[in-house]
């Protein structure tokens, strides 16, 4: 039985192999793993990269924790951008959420994408916002079914278009996910 005869048997499919959006899912995870533990950008990158990229010899996938066909430069441009502008980021999260509500009430993981997503368009080279605001959606609702996606497109939102002096240049986020490795960023 092949692979995607299996897949069918059980009504799953794999996960389509999205190098980019699988770096940026491993930057939250250590954005997160940074936050908690209070590990340097540097050590997480290394543990990333020896014991969760990658296909194991057991054939350990997303399920056990793996993260196969990463963008591995790119996981680390994040995580380092992270840690880099840490305070900047801060304060631009801090400026976009309500009074009532401030920055040691979110989520860690919630936290950690909005970080994740405020350093990668810190690169010199970043993706458009809106491919940007859907990348880190996508992920947000990989670990959220409740409001907390929202929340996410309305700061990212807030802060990116406020950044560029643009109004809705992300208006249109649906359908506008990065795809595989053709991806211009």
Do not use: C
């Amino acid at each position: 039985m092949t692979q995607t005869q299996n897949a069918e048997s059980d009504n799953r499919l794999p996960p389509p192999v999205r190098p980019r959006t699988a770096a940026r899912l491993g930057a939250v995870q250590a954005l997160f793993q940074m936050g908690q533990n209070g590990d340097t950008a540097e050590s997480v990158i290394i543990q990333f990269e020896r014991h969760r990229f990658g296909v194991t010899l057991a054939g350990a996938s997303w399920e056990e924790g793996q993260i196969p066909e990463a963008d591995t430069r790119l996981f680390a441009s994040i995580v380092r951008a992270a840690a880099l502008h840490r305070a900047a980021i801060d304060a631009k999260l801090e400026g976009a959420l309500p009074a009532s509500w401030p920055m040691n009430r979110l989520d860690p993981v919630l936290r950690a994408i909005i970080t994740a997503a405020l350093a990668e368009s810190e690169a010199s080279d970043p993706p458009p916002i809106n491919v940007l605001i859907n990348e880190y959606l996508d992920i947000a609702h990989g670990f959220f079914s409740g409001d907390e996606p929202g929340m996410i497109n309305g700061v990212l939102d807030a802060i990116l278009l406020r950044r560029n002096g643009t109004e809705k240049e992300a208006a249109p986020a649906e359908n506008t996910s990065e795809t595989g490795d053709n991806a211009s960023s």
